[in-house]
């Protein structure tokens, strides 16, 4: 639909089956292509993906798990710390015009998932 645009669209397929078990791990499979080209596939633990605040966590990858079980460890969460996280408000290649190189007074850190590591 938006081959001929450079308008990155998302599309999440779920599938999901009633059960009176909760399962022990869910199964991700992950593409970046539109023609599936590039599928990746993966387990991880069911209370990763889906916390005890009843939210689904969508991770693509084992990294991603791997950061998301840790941060359910932690015994505080961030506005406890007095640490505020938003998520979703830049999206770095459509806002090029408000990023920095270098630190500036009043200008605040854009953080990825790859900057997590080791706890």
Known sequence: MFDGE??????????????????????ITTSSTSDFSDVR????????????NEYVYLVTNEDDADVLQKINHFDKTFPEIN???????????RT???LRNELE?????????QHIKGG
Do not use: H, W
Request: charged letters at 25%.
């Open 41 to 52: 596939s993966f387990e991880t633990p069911y209370d990763t993906v889906v916390g005890k």
């Open 96 to 98: 090029r015009e408000v």
């Open 6 to 27: 450079s308008v990155l669209q998302e599309t999440i397929i779920v599938k999901v089956r009633k059960t009176q078990q909760q399962p022990s791990t869910i199964r």
């Open 83 to 93: 640490l505020k996280m938003q998520t979703g408000i830049i999206v770095d290649f």
């Open 105 to 113: 007074e009043g200008a605040y850190p854009l953080l990825y998932s």
